[in-house]
């Protein structure tokens, strides 16, 4: 089997994400405190940026939008003018947070991109993951990028036919079992999950344990070799 292009997920595969929205998550329980308690106010955020997503998509600017839909929710309309403001100054703020790549990624990809062609597939609001991207210094070892709004099989069937030789010549790597890897699978390409301390709870799923084309890395640094392997 030759492996001729991988894709790579973004937001805590390359860099740190859901560590920033459980923060700020956090930061929201606190100013909500009087209102609910903790967990009525999870229950509550999850069940509206679920209903959401459709509409605003992954990323900031949707949970950002979510928070303040939550908060008028339980408020019966009514949330205080400061709730709001500080509700949009947590969403700027995660705008403009500092980007990091995680331990290892700069050497695995430098590594890849000499081999194979290197797709950056992942969702959420374009202006932001373009940005994330630039500050991140990563974007010169990238043949193409791809910010999607939703991950499945037909997405990467089309991503790896747009910019590769096809899914059964690829390989996708992330940090999401729903998103990065089952339909990668599914479009017939490789997979390697890269787990990450965090997992959005929309993004849980359960590992393809003994799928051939299926592996479990306990790190980026692992994915070079382990495509070699394969190929």
């Not at 967990?39 to 949707?62: H, I, S």
């Not at 910010?147 to 096809?166: C, L, M, Q």
Request: hydrophobic share 45%.
């Amino acid at each position: 089997m030759i492996i001729t292009t991988v894709g790579l997920d973004a937001d805590d595969t390359l860099w740190h994400n859901e560590t920033l929205f459980r923060l700020t998550h956090e930061r929201f329980c606190a100013l909500m405190a009087d209102v609910a308690d903790p967990q009525t106010l999870e229950a509550r955020l999850a069940e509206v940026e679920k209903r959401n997503l459709r509409l605003y998509g992954y990323g900031v600017k949707g949970f950002t939008l979510s928070m303040i839909e939550t908060a008028m929710e339980l408020t019966g309309g009514e949330a205080p003018p400061r709730v709001v403001r500080e509700i949009l100054a947590a969403g700027r703020e995660m705008l403009s947070e500092p980007v990091e790549p995680l331990p290892g990624v700069d050497d695995a990809l430098a590594a890849l991109s000499q081999r194979y062609r290197l797709v950056l597939i992942t969702k959420g609001d374009l202006l932001h993951q373009e940005q994330k991207l630039a500050a991140s210094g990563l974007g010169d070892l990238f043949a193409a990028v791809e910010i999607v709004s939703e991950k499945d099989a037909s997405t990467y069937e089309r991503v790896f036919a747009r910019h590769g030789t096809g899914a059964a010549q690829a390989a996708m790597c992330g940090n999401s079992l729903r998103s990065d890897v089952l339909p990668a699978l599914e479009a017939g390409a490789w997979a390697a999950h890269v787990p990450y301390p965090l997992t959005w709870a929309h993004e849980m799923a359960d590992a393809p344990q003994g799928h051939p084309r299926f592996a479990e890395l306990a790190s980026i640094r692992d994915l070079p070799a382990w495509l070699e392997e394969v190929g």
